[in-house]
């Protein structure tokens, strides 16, 4: 038998997140990563791998808070899921002005897997981002998507 209140309540989390919302998540993702950051410098890639994955959720959510901004709707994000690729290539259409070596690095995001490597491909460091380029681009799009917001 089913619980009415579970079935009640199937709204997916974040429909109702304003860009706010998730650029604060965002920030706190990002201080997040800066703080671990330090306890990976051991010399080997794994260490490196709690670091990397949430900096990687923490340009996600930059660039969710984008495209809410621009217009795009949640379910039109949600259906991107981790395409970092489709990603930056709509918000760039949506007037996000990145570099262009952010905006290839979050492309090549996707080419690499990376966000899925992150989280289960421990023999697969090695085709990662370095880790100062993937502090770069979060950096960048906190700045830039921060000021869009204003």
């Known amino acids: 038998m089913t619980n009415t209140s579970e079935t009640k309540d199937k709204t997916y989390p974040g429909e109702s997140a304003t860009p706010e919302d998730l650029i604060l998540l965002a920030q706190e993702y990002r201080k997040a990563a800066e703080a671990i950051l330090p306890l ?12 990397r994955l949430i900096a990687l959720h923490s340009i996600e959510l930059y660039l969710h808070a984008f495209l ?16 970092f690729k489709s990603k930056a290539t709509l ?25 899925l490597t992150s989280r289960y491909g421990a023999e697969m460091t090695t085709k990662q ?9 979060m950096e960048e ?5 921060q000021v869009v917001k204003k």
């Open 91 to 115: 918000a760039k259409e949506k007037g996000l002005l990145l570099r262009q070596k952010t905006q290839e690095h979050i492309v090549s995001l996707y080419s690499t897997r990376e966000y």
């Open 68 to 83: 809410l901004i621009s217009g795009c709707t949640p379910k039109e994000i949600r259906c991107l899921q981790h395409d």
């Open 40 to 51: 990976g410098k051991s010399g080997k890639p794994l260490t490196r791998a709690p670091y």
């Open 129 to 137: 981002s370095e880790i100062t380029r993937l502090k770069a681009t």
């Open 141 to 145: 799009l906190a700045k830039k998507v």
